[in-house]
């Protein structure tokens, strides 16, 4: 996440969503009547998603699993629901939080980001400053020990920062960010990587299932999306015309 006020286009985000390679999904669309207007992957378990971006109300709204207490397995409800209304109000809404396991969210718009943290007993707000910030499922006291943080967070704040948001090709409007968001080079099982795979014991792999890269700026935005972190010749930018809605 990256926020300048004064650049053309104020608010750049990456996004990468790690979770079990067997859990259905779709890549993103305008899926949900209640919520119209709104982008984002589908998570077909559940039915909400991990990225939610509302191109007319320049604003995006991303979640990460966090650290903490679980909710209960009676009465617990699904985290994918959240970016969905924050994308669309801007903040986190008054929820039952103690029905959630714990989470990050994060609050992107041309008015600032914000992020909240919920570790299951306690939930905080932060307004985040202008500068890059790398956002981990430990949370904030946790990044500087944090060995992606250690190896991005300098990468990306060295990297020129793209410009005016325009129709062109990924690679040619994210110039450096692109290769540093499919993964710099490194190997799924570098303590450093961005993108990660691991095989568990019972059989289950768990591991990087897209990246997302965001612009905000006034004039307009743009989503561009990986769905295969493994190549990224993938790399495309999502069609958010109005005939594509719905």
């Known amino acids: 996440m990256s926020l300048d006020p004064d650049a053309a286009a104020p608010v750049l985000l990456v996004g990468v969503r790690d979770e079990f390679v067997s859990r259905p999904w779709m890549s993103p669309a305008a899926y949900w009547p209640d919520h119209p207007g709104l982008y984002g ?3 077909l378990l559940a039915g909400g998603t991990w990225l939610a971006l509302d191109p007319a109300g320049r604003r995006v709204a991303a979640l ?3 650290r903490g207490k679980p909710a209960e397995e009676t ?8 970016p969905l209304v924050a994308a669309e109000e801007g903040e986190l809404p008054p929820l039952d939080l103690p029905r959630y396991d714990p989470f990050l969210l994060v609050v992107a718009g ?3 980001v914000r992020l909240w943290t919920w570790d299951g007993e306690r939930v905080a707000e932060e ?3 202008p500068g890059v910030h790398v956002i981990v499922n430990e949370g904030r006291p946790a990044e500087d020990a944090n060995a992606r943080v250690g190896h991005f967070k300098p990468r990306f704040a060295a990297a020129p920062r793209p410009g005016r948001v325009t129709d062109g090709e990924p690679a040619r409007y994210w110039g ?4 540093l968001a499919s993964g710099d080079g490194l190997l799924t ?3 450093r990587s961005l993108l990660v795979r691991h095989p568990l014991a019972d059989g289950r792999v ?3 299932l897209s990246v997302t890269l965001i612009a905000l700026s006034e004039p307009d935005v743009r989503y561009d999306f990986l769905p295969f972190p493994a190549d990224p010749r993938t790399w495309h930018t999502v069609d958010m015309s109005p005939e594509r809605r719905g």
């Open 41 to 43: 992957g589908r998570d």
């Open 64 to 66: 990460l699993n966090g």
């Open 75 to 82: 009465g617990r409800l699904s985290r994918g629901g959240l």
């Open 110 to 112: 041309l008015d600032g």
């Open 127 to 129: 307004k985040l400053t």
């Open 176 to 179: 450096e960010w692109l290769p």
């Open 189 to 191: 099982d570098d303590p």
């Open 206 to 208: 768990f591991a990087s």
